[in-house]
């Protein structure tokens, strides 16, 4: 099992930038796919961003492509989220989750690792 905690959350205006981290421990983050998942209230929680082990396939959801970059340093066990040009639907508490395969899913329950979780806000 993987820990998991992720960070660089916070209030933000329309037009900003978040870098998210997500710190991985407990088994080395390379043999894992990682995604991040974001939660608003009242809503599902849904697939943002993946990418693969070696950390040369990513894959997005359509409100964020041109937006988001999921990266990773598996030497520091650490993927980010780099978030420009944010949007307040964009408010959601972020979740980076791990899955013990070669393919990135965007579908929650394929993970079986996660963190606590990061508040972004963005303000209009």
């Known amino acids: 099992q993987v820990q998991l905690v992720e960070s660089g959350g916070g209030l933000v205006q329309a037009g900003d930038s978040l870098r998210l981290s997500c710190a991985a421990s407990g088994n080395t983050c390379s043999n894992y796919v990682m995604a991040w998942f974001r939660q608003a209230p009242g809503k599902e929680r849904e697939f943002v961003a993946g990418?693969?082990?070696?950390?040369?396939?990513?894959y997005y959801t359509d409100s964020v492509k041109g937006r988001f970059t999921i990266s990773r340093d598996n030497a520091k066990n650490t993927v980010y989220l780099q978030m420009n040009a944010l949007k307040p639907e964009d408010t959601a508490v972020y979740y980076c989750a791990t899955r013990p395969s070669l393919l990135v899913a965007n579908d929650a329950r394929e993970y079986d690792s996660w963190g606590q979780g990061t508040q972004v806000t963005v303000s209009s």
């Open positions: 990418i693969n082990r070696g950390g040369d396939w990513t």
